[in-house]
């Protein structure tokens, strides 16, 4: 069965700074990968997703995620953060003969001024 | 654009009532969910649907029944309501491929006394 591990809670970060969300999955075969970001009362919007090909994925409001097979990781990236990135990001996994997917803990992000 | 509308988006329930959540997509989507989201567990599948007049259970469909009578909409039942159902039910929509995102409501936060 597949599952997917966000290890970091909480992360609180300045405006302006980095960001780095991990996320680590366990399935057997070729994954399909999302990010997905949740605001405070809001559903959850797609931030980009992998299938296949190039392994450095570009998403919506400036964030990008990489696929390390190797590592069994998709770990999600912004270079400078926005007050407005403050919210609930998850990592979801799927599969190629599965309808369903499975989603991390979730990880919140705090950005202080 | 509506996208996926759920109704209601607040309810309380006293424990043995009975209600209906209603999911709404004007997608044309083939594939529909309901998830439940609880403080640090993310997001788990409690039932979906690959097509009109068919249902399947997810991760935790204990307590919970499901209909698709018309491929637009998803209702999710709870007969007999119970405290540890308190939580807030998503619902999510997707085209028919595996490897397609999934589209999210704004969700029902569901109180049960």
Known sequence: AQSVTQPDIHITVSEGASLELRCNYSY???PYL????????Q???LLLKYFSGDTLVQGIKGFEAEFKRSQSSFNLRKPSVHWSDAAEYFCAVGSSNDYKLSFGAGTTVTVRA | NAGVTQTPKF?????GQSMTLLCAQDMNHEYMYWYRQDPGMGLRLIHYSVGE???AKGEVPDGYNVSRLKKQNFL????SAAPSQTSVYFCASERQASNQPQHFGDGTRLSIL
């Open chain 1, 28 to 30: 057997g075969a070729t």
């Open chain 1, 34 to 41: 999302f990010w997905y970001v949740q605001s405070p009362g």
């Open chain 1, 43 to 45: 559903g959850l919007q």
């Open chain 2, 11 to 15: 309810r309380v329930l006293k424990t």
């Open chain 2, 53 to 55: 007049g068919t249902t």
């Open chain 2, 76 to 79: 999710l039942g709870l007969e």
